[in-house]
Each structure stands twice: as structure tokens, then as C-alpha cells.
């Protein structure tokens, strides 16, 4: 009895009529009575909510008054909610939905990658073969993931699966092929004049020596060599001869130029993607005029839940053309960057030993002059 009180029980009471015969009547029809307590005009009980009308029934035939007092168990709390319509409808759509979204993208597990690796990953299996999250999945979007990160050259191996609306993505990152040998059949000349410092001979004949001061075009590493008894020995010229020499840059930085500028306006669209499907959203915010746009990639969760949607959300920032006034430091760590960057064209492996900067001021400008002293590899081609 404890039991059908925890799903469905009323407590009643029964006063007036013939309540002892009720109770007779009652027990004949087997309807389990409990907490029958006697009052004055009757008694109060317990029963299953769906013996009560029965036990109404009997009542009615003996003139006895049955009233509700409570209701208990955790039937009448789920009551409002069965009798809600919404909420069926909702269960039937929601059953043929989730059986549909099995095939979609729910979340992205990336293996061996770091997040800067995984962030161009991401960006590889979206353009080239449609996978993100809310992606309905095939056995050619798969193989063509694999082949776009392979071909990508950053990755030496990889592999796309799908488990149970979970992608997972495995990779390798790409080793720097070594380095083939492959000498010159003509003498390696210097690039530039220094002192040297170090030969690295793999092939040929070394024509300097450490401590010895080259100039500009001096034969460094020879092609031929001559035995004692005169027999001359041909072989092709490979190797290093890292010297000490001075490079000099120098930049004309101005002080203000015309450049566009943020007005502090914006506009933000956003597009969702969902089984091939695509929402775009109404725009909002103003940006006006000339704008820049950011365009980033997310998912869409629920309360920390992800979902099998994508969302590509496009900023754009408001910008107009105005004057931009450089303050004296920051022009000088410009035009620092410019130089840096001419000495990274032209000697990208040497290392920076000393160097000896000017710095003049001009009208509406900034003059900047460095010497690098710089030790490098000078053999040349």
C-alpha cells in the first residue's frame, strides 16, 4: 500500500449514510482501504486514486458524503505536465531529430596537435572538405579531409574518423626534409668581404682558412686539387665559410601619414550551419562607410552543451581616413622593424653580433641608420 501511495493516493472522508455498511462494501469488492480512522458521522481513510470512483460509486448507494482531502504520490505532480499538448508534440519531434542528427557533426577531437596546429586543421577540413561542427558527415568528405591536410604540407600523416557525432582528427606534424647534398662544379666565391671564422668543407678544396680577411668575389671553396705526383682531381665545391662582416640599412620614417583610422562603430552578422543548412541572421550595428571585416568560427552550445551547429560570426569595424600622428618612440621601433626586415631578406640565417645605430631628427621625419655586425654563412653561388 506504502507503495501506490508514492504514485497515486488520495486521502478521504466519509461522513453521513451508512458508512459501516460502505466499508462492508468495500472489503466485498476488494477495494483495499487504509488509515481507516473513525469520526464523529463516519471515518477518514486512505486508498489508490483509481479505486476512489469505485469507492464513490459504493458511497452514492449508502447516502455517504466522500470528500478529497489530499492528494498524494508522484503521478499528480507529473498531471500538469501529461496534459500539456506542446509537450508530446515536442517528444515526437524531438525522437525523429535525434535519430537524424546522428549523422552530424556534435564536436571535433583533435590528437598530437597543438592549438595553433589545430586551429589550421580546422580551417583546412572546413574549406576543403566542408567538415565543422553541424556538418553532415560521408565517406568522401572524410577522405577528402585527409588528403587537404596532407596536402597542406604541414602534417605527414593524417587521419579523419567519425564515431557517434564525434570527429576525430589525428595528425602528425611534417619533419624538415634533410638536406641533399649537391656540390657546384664552379669555384664558391665570398658574397661579401669579412673576417673568417669558420670552414665547413663537405666537398672541393677549402681556399681559406680561419683568421684570414677575404674581400668581395674571393674564391672560397675550389673545384680541383692536384695529387704529389701531379695527377689533377676534380670534385664538385659544397660547404660553409661563416665569416664576421658589417651590413648597414637605413629607413626614412615619417612621423604622420594618412592612414584609415577605427571610428569606435561596428556591425555584427552571424550565418548558421546545420546539415547543409545555412541561416544567415539579420545584420546589426552600424559600422557605415568603409569597413573592415574579422571573420571567426565557433559552435554553437546550450548551457555549456554543444551543438551540431556552426557559427561563422563576420565584424565589421568602421573606419575613415585620417592623419596618424607617430610619437617619436614608437616611429623608432618602426623603422627598427623595417631595417630588421631588409637583413632577414638578404642574410636570413646570420646572427646579429653588435650593432651601431643613429638616429637623426628631420623635419616631419625620422632618420635611422644601423651597421650590423653580423656572423653568416658568405659563400655564395
Known amino acids: 500500500m506504502e507503495a501506490v501511495q508514492l504514485w497515486a493516493g488520495v486521502s478521504f472522508s466519509a461522513r453521513g449514510g451508512h458508512t459501516e455498511g460502505l466499508l462492508n462494501d468495500a472489503a466485498g469488492a476488494g477495494l483495499q482501504l487504509a488509515a481507516v480512522v473513525p469520526r464523529p458521522g463516519g471515518f477518514d481513510g486512505r486508498c489508490a486514486a483509481w479505486r476512489y470512483r469505485k469507492l ?23 498531471r500538469p505536465l501529461l496534459l500539456r499538448r506542446g509537450l508530446w508534440a515536442g517528444l515526437v519531434l524531438f525522437l ?5 542528427s546522428r549523422g552530424l557533426v556534435w564536436a571535433v577531437a583533435y590528437t598530437g ?28 568528405a572524410l577522405a577528402a579531409g585527409e588528403y587537404a591536410l596532407l596536402q597542406s604540407g604541414e602534417f605527414s600523416w593524417a587521419s579523419v574518423n567519425f564515431f557517434g557525432g564525434r570527429l576525430e582528427v589525428e595528425a602528425a606534424a611534417a619533419k624538415p626534409a634533410p638536406t641533399l ?14 673576417l673568417v671564422t669558420a670552414v665547413d668543407l663537405k666537398s672541393g678544396t677549402a681556399l681559406v682558412e680561419p683568421g684570414q680577411q677575404v674581400e668581395t668575389g674571393q674564391p672560397l671553396i675550389g673545384t680541383a686539387r692536384t695529387e704529389r705526383d701531379g695527377t689533377p682531381i676534380f670534385a664538385p665545391a659544397a660547404g660553409t665559410v661563416t665569416a664576421r662582416f658589417e651590413w648597414s640599412a637605413s629607413c626614412e620614417q615619417p612621423l604622420a601619414v594618412e592612414a584609415p583610422l577605427l571610428t569606435g562603430g561596428r556591425a555584427v552578422r552571424l550565418r548558421l550551419s546545420c546539415g547543409g543548412l545555412d541561416l544567415a541572421l539579420p ?21 555549456g552543451l554543444p551543438l551540431p551547429v556552426a557559427v561563422e560570426e563576420t565584424t565589421f569595424y568602421a573606419r575613415r581616413t585620417g592623419t596618424a600622428a607617430y610619437p617619436d618612440d614608437l616611429a623608432l621601433a618602426m623603422a627598427r622593424l623595417t631595417c630588421l626586415r631588409a637583413l632577414e631578406a638578404e642574410w636570413p640565417d646570420a646572427v646579429i653580433a653588435a650593432q651601431k645605430e643613429t638616429v637623426e631628427m628631420r623635419a616631419g621625419s625620422l632618420h635611422y641608420a644601423v651597421t650590423y655586425t653580423l656572423l653568416g654563412d658568405i659563400a655564395g653561388g
Do not use: N
Open 56 to 78: 464513490a460509486a459504493l458511497a452514492r448507494r449508502r447516502r455517504v458524503r466522500l470528500r478529497v482531502r489530499q492528494r498524494r504520490g508522484a503521478f499528480f505532480g507529473l
Open 96 to 100: 525523429p531529430l535525434l535519430l537524424w
Open 113 to 140: 596537435l597543438t592549438p595553433g596546429q589545430q586551429a589550421r586543421a580546422a580551417a583546412v577540413l572546413r574549406e576543403s572538405a566542408g567538415l565543422e561542427p553541424g556538418a553532415r558527415v560521408t565517406r568522401e
Open 283 to 303: 545584420r546589426w550595428g552600424s559600422a557605415g562607410g568603409e569597413s573592415a571585416g574579422v571573420t571567426r568560427h565557433t559552435q554553437l552550445e546550450l548551457w
Open 181 to 194: 647534398f649537391s656540390g657546384k662544379w664552379q669555384t664558391i666565391c665570398a658574397r661579401t668581404g669579412g
